[in-house]
């Protein structure tokens, strides 16, 4: 997803937070695809350059419709997740753990049984192994904090000059 993240940034990360209905219809629009293929097309990364374009100016249909309703991707990105974590330190229920260990065993089982020959490869372990690795970015997400800012403090620096 990183060449998405460099060509449409706010699709990008829309696509991580409570609007991602709205970055995935905004692809779907621009690439020609039905929305439950978006995934696949941003992992496969496979587009032409008439496509890239598209998504440029979707990246700039989305802005103008965030700015529009005063939306901040990444502000609700971050408030999605802290009311999530304020929930949890709340309630304390032992389900979100108990889901975050489930999912971590699971994804790294299944991973070392690929590896190692104990599981068959096939096409439902592929699926299985692709959701419990995208709900487990979710759970480091949560316990850790997202890459967001990381990145953006990459990019100032990036664009910084050095002083003398």
Known sequence: ?????????????????????????????AIGCPPEEVQKVISDGKLDAEQVAAIQIAELELKKQAQEMNLNFAKLANDDRKSARDMQSITRSFIPPALALGITVGFFGILFGLMYGQIA??????????????????????????SASSQNKDSLLHQSVPTP
């Open 1 to 29: 997803m990183d060449w998405l993240t460099q060509i449409a940034p706010t699709i990008a990360t829309a696509l991580g937070g409570p609007l991602a209905g709205m970055a995935v219809s905004a692809v779907a629009k």
């Open 121 to 146: 490869h096939a096409p439902q372990i592929d699926i299985m192994l692709g959701s419990l690795g995208t709900a487990w970015t979710g759970i480091i997400g949560f316990y850790f904090g997202s």
